[in-house]
């Protein structure tokens, strides 16, 4: 997580975010800008309408060579490898025994190669997992030498147009190697936003020019991590480790639909992955005790992370996971657990913030429209 000196890791952006006025904080082992001069609202709000430049660097970013590539990473994920485009991505879960999430992470069929993201928080852990389970055949290369970087928002297409224009034809979840102003880089029509956009992955070397060029663009501006977990939040995803971990099932974790079909109980690979048999037997006996839910509070009182979650008696029925006032929904929003009778879209629970009970509402996430491309 840290340098061999106890120092924090800096990205290959770092120079650019200081001389950019970010507001550097310690995440993940990281060195990482948290907001600029602009301030985390008026970012979130500029990438939802123009397009946002973010530094996601400190995610681990993996190639998977050989031949059974797909075929082994899909012995560690509920999630379907083998039939995997390419030129596609896709969600992917790695669970443990008891059917926990170890973490999730991004998967991609480059052809030659397996290319897989996982969260900056775990990425020591997975490659150290899937260098134990992959087995011998598969070699795994760890992509030190590489920044990534998120453009997000509905003119950032326009935007890496001008300098990649093969991107302009790609739909969601397409990925492919592009030129960017005539560097070798891996792009896919993704992000953490909500928002249409792409990540992008550079030799380290080039990450600095590239994104200054794209920095200068005048539809763009630098987002720190601020904007980046309301805009997530927002959007209903998941934040790794708040909202979702090893002690929660992907049903749990309402990420029924992230389980492939040909890997449940009637599919033509049924199981096979870590906890299959308690997370395929939470699916057909309809039976686990809570349940992610989205919530929308009556007053502005944002209600955080580690809230309790009580019913109208007074008996505590959950927690809050994440949470913040919307800047574009304009409301109260949280992501948490309740016991699963009361995951019902509309039930009313109430949220423990300093002494108070505010009311919340049980609603279909996401909290505003995700807006990516489908074509």
Not at 78 to 97: C, H, M, S, W
Not at 118 to 131: G, L, P, S, T
Not at 161 to 171: N, Q, S
Not at 308 to 323: Q, Y
Request: charged share 25%; hydrophobic share 40%.
């Amino acid at each position: 997580m840290v340098d061999a000196q106890g120092a924090l890791k800096k990205t290959p952006l770092f120079n650019l975010h200081k001389e950019l006025g970010a507001r550097m904080v310690p995440f993940a082992g990281y060195d990482m800008p948290v907001q600029y001069p602009l301030g985390v609202k008026k970012e979130h709000i500029h990438t939802r309408e123009k397009a946002g430049l973010f530094d996601v660097s400190h995610m681990g970013q993996v190639k998977l060579h050989g031949a059974n590539a797909a075929k082994a990473l899909e012995t560690l994920v509920p999630v379907d490898i083998i039939d995997l485009p390419v030129g596609k991505q896709r969600y992917a879960l790695f669970t443990n025994e008891q059917g926990g999430i170890m973490d999730d992470l991004m998967v991609t069929n480059h052809g030659d190669y397996i290319y897989v993201v996982v969260n900056a928080a775990c990425k020591e852990q997975d490659i150290a997992h899937m260098r134990a389970h992959l087995g011998d055949d598969v070699e795994l290369e760890v992509m030190d030498d590489a920044a990534l970087v998120a453009l997000q928002g509905p003119q950032a297409a326009a935007v890496l147009a001008r300098f990649a224009p093969e991107t302009a034809d790609m739909v969601f979840m397409d990925a492919r190697v592009i030129r960017l102003d005539g560097v070798e880089c891996l792009a896919s029509r993704s992000g953490y936003t909500g928002e249409d956009g792409f990540e992008i992955s550079i030799p380290a070397a080039e990450a600095e020019r590239l994104c200054r060029l794209l920095q200068e663009q005048p539809e763009v501006e630098a987002i720190g991590l601020g904007a980046r977990d309301s805009l997530r939040l927002e959007a209903g995803l998941c934040l790794y480790g708040h909202d979702i971990d090893t002690t929660t099932t992907p049903l749990e974790g309402s990420l029924i639909w992230a389980i492939s079909k040909v890997r449940r109980a009637d599919g033509e690979r049924a199981g096979g992955f870590p906890g299959a048999d308690v997370i395929l037997g939470q699916i057909s006996n309809k039976d686990w005790s809570r349940k992610r839910v989205g919530l929308v509070g009556e007053g502005r009182a944002p209600v955080r992370e580690g809230a309790e979650l009580f019913d109208a008696d007074g008996h505590k029925i959950g927690v809050v996971t994440s949470g913040t006032f919307a800047p574009t929904a304009e409301k109260s929003v949280a992501l948490g657990y309740v016991a699963t009778e009361f995951s019902a879209l509309d039930t009313s629970v109430f949220a423990s913030v300093r002494g108070k009970l505010l009311p919340m509402t049980v609603v279909r996430t996401p909290f505003v429209e995700q807006r990516y491309y489908r074509g």
